[in-house]
């Protein structure tokens, strides 16, 4: 018997990417698909690439709906998930793509989203290095409630998190500009950004330290060891419907050399399924990552300026959301990790 799921919010970019992967997924059937504006709406009309999905029709997101099913996946607006999320069983395994469970600071809860704060659930990113040396997934073994990152935040943590465990980045004066793609801002951005606007130009946003996934950044870079981590952090919006292209630098520690820092990386993630250093010299692109659920990172030394340059691509809506969803399922509810998870693209 496969397991049931719910989706709130499947009618948005982040559910429609969750019901593409579930479903090929061999272990999972979705039963119901909840909406807001879109409630009553067929699937199809809404989703007309998810073709094997026809049969079903989007209900009220209430936790009724939510009810009575193994899997619950929240993909709704921050702010929302947090009071329906409370309404569901122990039990039921949710996760919530949204940042509703992010964060362990309350203090850091209201600078940067305000609101009720509903405390912090396991977190999605199975690939981070903790200090004392343990995978991060081993915390979601078993879990029932996990919260599922931010999509710039894993580009960043995946590209800084081994250097700075490994001792040799410094944590302080890091630098993270990223190039995403606008299904990043979810459907509801296309009615106050034309393409006329988005084409044909860059527009940076969240400039200056204001931008919410910072604390979130930092929260795990402390879990892979960071003391006191700093990050000036800046995203530009650029014409490309997913993607995320983060360029990273930061100080190196001494005497570290390219070849140091490469092999690090690369020891650091051999054994991952979705995560893969590529060859010294070599830098990827967005488009080597759409529709999979990797993440891939080119590592660099620029001597002259003492600084690691690490540039990490992946899809925000598969890696950055979806996959990551659905990884960290499979690792709570012990299926192998990899189940019905894409590790090819598309191209070109
Ligand atoms: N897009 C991305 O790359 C990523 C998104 N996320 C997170 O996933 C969540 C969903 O994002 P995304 O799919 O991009 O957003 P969308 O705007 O594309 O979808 C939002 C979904 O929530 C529903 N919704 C809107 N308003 C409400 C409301 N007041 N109450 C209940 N449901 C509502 C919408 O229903 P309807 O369409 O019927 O109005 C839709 O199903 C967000 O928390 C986002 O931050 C996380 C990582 C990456
Ligand atoms: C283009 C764009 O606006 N992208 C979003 C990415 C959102 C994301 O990663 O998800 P959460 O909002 O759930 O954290 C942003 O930078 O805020």
Redesign the pocket.
């Known amino acids: 018997m496969p397991y049931s799921v719910a989706i ?10 969750v019901l593409r992967l579930m479903a090929r997924h061999p272990e999972l059937e979705v039963r119901t698909v ?6 009553g ?1 067929a699937l199809i009309d ?1 989703h007309p690439h998810l073709r094997s999905l026809a049969h079903l029709t ?1 209900v009220e ?1 209430t936790p009724e709906n939510l009810r009575g099913h193994d899997i619950v996946v ?5 702010g ?2 947090g009071a ?1 999320a409370a309404e569901l069983d122990d039990d039921v395994l949710v996760l ?5 469970h992010r964060l362990t600071s309350e203090a850091d809860w209201a600078r940067y989203y305000g609101g009720d704060y509903h405390g912090s659930w396991s977190y999605g990113l199975p690939e981070l290095p903790h200090a004392d040396g343990s995978r991060h997934g081993d915390v979601l073994t078993g879990a029932r409630r996990v919260a ?4 710039n935040v894993t580009a960043v943590s995946l590209g800084l998190a081994p250097g700075i465990h490994a001792g040799l980045l410094r944590d302080s004066d890091l630098t993270a500009a990223l190039a995403v ?1 606008p ?7 296309k009615t106050n950004l034309l393409a006329s606007e988005l084409l044909g130009s860059a527009q940076p946003y969240a400039v200056g330290g204001v931008h919410r996934h910072i604390p979130e950044i930092l929260q795990n870079l402390r879990l892979a060891g960071a003391e006191s981590p700093t990050i000036s952090f800046t995203p530009v919006l650029v014409p490309m419907a ?1 993607g995320i292209l983060a360029t990273i630098t930061a100080r190196v520690a001494d005497g570290v050399t390219a070849e140091q820092l490469h092999a690090e990386y690369v020891a650091r993630y051999a054994d991952e399924a979705f995560v893969h250093v590529l060859p010294a010299g070599r830098y990827p692109s967005t488009a080597e990552t759409v529709g999979a659920n990797t993440a891939l990172i080119g590592v660099g030394l620029d001597a002259d300026a003492g600084r690691a340059v690490i540039i990490v691509a992946l899809d ?2 598969v890696k ?2 979806a996959g ?1 969803a659905v990884q960290s399922l499979n690792i709570a509810l012990g299926l192998p990790e990899t189940l019905g998870l894409p590790i090819d693209g598309v191209a070109p």
């Open positions: 709130a919010g499947a009618s948005g970019y982040a559910g429609g990417e909840t909406a807001h504006s879109n409630a709406a809404v989007f997101t929240l993909a709704l607006p921050h929302t998930s329906i919530d793509c949204g940042a509703d599922v990152p931010g999509c793609g299904s990043g801002a979810g459907r509801a951005l997913r925000n809506l950055g959301t990551a």
